[in-house]
């Protein structure tokens, strides 16, 4: 078992950021595959971002590709997001996943966060 916390979500106004963290307890000896996926009110999962165990792999939705940027520390168990150039339609809970394979797909994904919410203001 993974036990996966996020942190770092908050209000922010258009075009600042905000940098995520993802931390797992548990079984993190294997190795898993880290992303992120948002969803706002009334739409589905969405994924954001993944990088490899290996984090020498990394894939981004061209929603914030150029903005957005993924990295992982294994010696502390840790993923972040960093988030430049925020917009409204940034705004969702996001959620950190733990999963064994790549995938831009929810179903790869055994493990997950309780989420965090980033509210991007106009």
């Known amino acids: 078992q993974v036990q996966l916390v996020e942190s770092g979500g908050g209000l922010v106004q258009a075009g600042g950021s905000l940098r995520l963290s993802c931390a797992a307890s548990?079984?993190?000896?294997?190795?898993?595959?880290m992303a992120w996926f948002r969803q706002a009110p009334g739409k589905k999962r969405e994924f954001v971002v993944l990088i490899t165990w290996s984090g020498s792999t990394t894939d981004y939705a061209a929603s914030v590709k150029g903005r957005f940027t993924i990295s992982r520390d294994n010696a502390k168990s840790t993923v972040y997001l960093q988030m430049n150039s925020l917009k409204p339609e940034d705004t969702a809970v996001y959620y950190c996943?733990?999963?064994?394979?790549?995938?831009?797909?929810?179903?790869?994904?055994?493990?997950w966060g309780q989420g965090t919410q980033v509210t991007v203001s106009s």
């Open positions: 548990g079984r993190t000896s294997s190795s898993y595959a």
């Open positions: 996943a733990a999963g064994r394979l790549s995938s831009q797909d929810t179903k790869w994904y055994d493990y």
